[in-house]
């Protein structure tokens, strides 16, 4: 019988939406010592489920994803029973939490401190993912979820400095030190590059004291939730060929739009990149999606795209997330989207 699992060090990487934290995180995969198990449980506040399909599967990589809701409240008992049943099958030598963009972190730190693993887990430093450009938006600088998530953290990882100006990056920093407490550190990560030296040292995390532990919104939702009963561990419907399956939600004032196909099902890129690039600037977009040209990975965040290849095979997916009310209307954007697609292909 193996040896009862202890003190497992586990980072959480927190972030606004489309911050950069799968970058980062990536990297740090990246600098992974040989040997070693990892496991990251990624939570998004779509229903579809875009980021785990953004990691290729290999042995000694374990990636669980969330979908549909926040770990803080709307998920929290499911998070318990996923990191027991993650911890007992695969005994990771380290685990990477990726809360969703609006997640508020201090209900899942509950988690992460409570009973269930006491002597398992070892919290270190709380690391939040930030691009400098976010701070000209003023209602980003005023959404509580993002000050609170700055606020919680212990380090800041600025991310997509290379498109930041000088400016953003000084205006970004002196902003940061007025928060209290104090950031133990802040550290440029351009295309997330952060060194996993800087995790490795950082030692396990002292509850900061004076710091406010939660929000009204996921105050909220955390309640909701409470007496709400999980079913199943996010069983999902699966697309037949022709059939898309679409997935809606709403809640702490942003909503999400999504699609799942068949992964016979392929898209013309050209046309598909066409209307994708035709939605409205604001929105987050992001999909693995099997195409013409193979299957490619699309992500849009703060006005910047990108199109890579992608390993992910188990079906096409498409998530839009943007404020409440300001996303396109459903049926006429999937339309536009079969309008895309071209001939199943008979093989996946």
Known sequence: MPAPLANVPVHLITGFLGSGKSTLIHRLIEQKPEGERWAVVINEFGQVGIDQAMFAEREDLVVKGLPGGCLCCQLAFVMQATLVNL??????????????????????LEVLRGEAFAGVLSLQEVVAVLDPRRLDDPRVREHETFRDQLTLADGVALTMTDLATPSQRATARAWLGELWPAKRWVAEAPHGALPLARLMASGERLPPGGVAGDSTAHRQL?????????????????????RPV???????????LGWRWHPNDTFDLDRLTLVLGELPAGLRVKGALHTDAGWKLYNRAAGAVSLTDSAWRRDSRLELIGEAGRLPDANALEASLEACRTTPSSTA
């Open 246 to 256: 679409r997935e809606q939600g709403e809640a702490l004032g942003h909503a999400t």
């Open 87 to 108: 911890l007992h099958r695969h005994r990771p030598d380290r685990l990477i939490i990726e809360p969703s963009g609006l997640g508020h972190p201090a209900g899942l």
């Open 222 to 242: 955390r309640q909701a939730a409470a007496g709400s009963v999980v079913l199943d561990d996010f069983a999902v419907v699966a697309p037949q060929p022709g």
